[in-house]
Nanobody, 111 residues
Framework: QVQLVESGGGLVQPGGSLRLSCVAS????????VGWLRQAPGKEREAVAR???????IYEDSVKGRFTISRDNVKNTVHLQMDNLKPEDTAVYYC?????WGQGIQVTVSS
C-alpha cells in the first residue's frame, strides 16, 4: 500500500520561504517520477513541479526561479523549496507519485 505523507506547510509572509517534504512508503521510490501539485480555493488542481527518475525537473511558469524540487532516493523523500512566496501561491499542495496522492498540506502566503 502506497503512502505519501506531506509536511512543512504553514503561514508565511510575502517574500518568505517554506520547504515542503513528502515521504513515500510502499513504493520503489527511486524508479518513479514525482510531482507537486496545488489547488487554490475555487480553482482546479495544477501541476507545480515534477522531477523525473533521471533528476530532470519541470516547473510551471509562475514558479520558475522561485521553487526548487529535489529528491532523496535513500530517504524516499521529495522536497519542494519555495522562495520569494507570493499571495497567489496560497493553496493546498499535494505530492503525487504514480497516481497516488498525499493528504495535502496548506500553504498560506499573507501579510
Amino acid at each position: 500500500q502506497v503512502q505519501l505523507v506531506e509536511s512543512g506547510g504553514g503561514l508565511v509572509q510575502p517574500g518568505g520561504s517554506l520547504r515542503l517534504s513528502c515521504v513515500a512508503s510502499g513504493i520503489i521510490f527511486r524508479t518513479a517520477p514525482v510531482g507537486w501539485l496545488r489547488q487554490a480555493p475555487g480553482k482546479e488542481r495544477e501541476a507545480v513541479a515534477r522531477i523525473q527518475v533521471t533528476g530532470t525537473t519541470i516547473y510551471e511558469d509562475s514558479v520558475k526561479g522561485r521553487f526548487t524540487i529535489s529528491r532523496d532516493n535513500v530517504k524516499n523523500t521529495v522536497h519542494l523549496q519555495m522562495d520569494n512566496l507570493k499571495p497567489e501561491d496560497t493553496a493546498v499542495y499535494y505530492c503525487n507519485v504514480i497516481g497516488n496522492w498525499g493528504q495535502g498540506i496548506q500553504v498560506t502566503v499573507s501579510s
